[in-house]
T-cell receptor, first 112, second 112 residues
Framework: EADIYQTPRYLVIGTGKKITLECSQT?????MYWYQQDPGMELHLIHY???????EKGDLSSESTVSRIRTEHFPLTLESARPSHTSQYLC???????????FGSGTRLTVV | QKEVEQDPGPLSVPEGAIVSLNCTYS??????FMWYRQYSRKGPELLMY????GNKEDGRFTAQVDKSSKYISLFIRDSQPSDSATYLC????????????FGTGTRLLVSP
């Protein structure tokens, strides 16, 4: 049973729209991550957070922004969606005693 | 050059076969090695976790790490159709930020 939840699961939206992808976890993990995954490609880290009020950009340049106002919540926002943003977005978390990451089921975003 | 190389497959095997999945890496600082399994339209789930070199067995799954060759493997015995998924290797350093570096994933198809 997943303890990290992403909504929506699927989203089709027009170019220029503002969107927020939601991610919440109930495990009390301090670290959270956003990855972008395209078919046949490795996961690319786009944002991460060490804890509340801490956010950093990842390896892959992204026009999205994130916030971490509460431990359990790590939303990702695109101010103006473009077709190049079409991808799967995966949220993950880890804690001090975690061996790896716990992933959500992902949001598949299509910008038309 | 990518830090982690993984053959994307697909790898097709009959039910009951022994499956071998592999990754090579270039960063000798990696100390923790993981295998994730990802079903279609789901997020990755942690399957195996090993520290440094050696073998680890869990049911039908065995993970091997050869740090001298910078090579890790996942073996699946008595493969089942339910094992059909994409398998991603991941690894990270011992110190600093717990950033995981992922391979592209190998798609495995087990036919009945």
């Amino acid at each position: 049973e997943a303890d990290i939840y992403q909504t929506p699961r699927y989203l089709v939206i027009g170019t220029g729209k503002k969107i927020t992808l939601e991610c919440s976890q109930t495990m009390g993990h301090d670290k959270m991550y956003w990855y972008q995954q395209d078919p046949g490609m490795e996961l690319h880290l786009i944002h991460y957070s060490y804890g509340v009020n801490s956010t950093e950009k990842g390896d892959l340049s992204s026009e999205s922004t994130v916030s971490r106002i509460r431990t359990e919540h790590f939303p990702l926002t695109l101010e103006s969606a473009r077709p190049s943003h079409t991808s799967q977005y995966l949220c993950a978390s880890s804690g001090i005693s975690s061996r790896g990451y716990t992933f959500g089921s992902g949001t598949r975003l299509t910008v038309v | 050059q990518k830090e982690v190389e993984q053959d994307p497959g697909p790898l097709s095997v009959p039910e009951g076969a022994i499956v071998s999945l592999n990754c090579t890496y270039s960063n000798s600082a990696f100390q923790y090695f993981m295998w994730y399994r990802q079903y279609s339209r789901k997020g990755p789930e942690l399957l195996m976790y090993t520290y440094s070199s050696g073998n680890k067995e869990d049911g039908r799954f065995t993970a091997q790490v050869d740090k001298s060759s910078k090579y890790i493997s996942l073996f699946i015995r008595d493969s089942q159709p339910s094992d059909s998924a994409t398998y991603l290797c991941a690894m990270r350093r011992n110190t600093g930020f717990q950033k995981l570096v992922f391979g592209t994933g190998t798609r495995l198809l087990v036919s009945p």
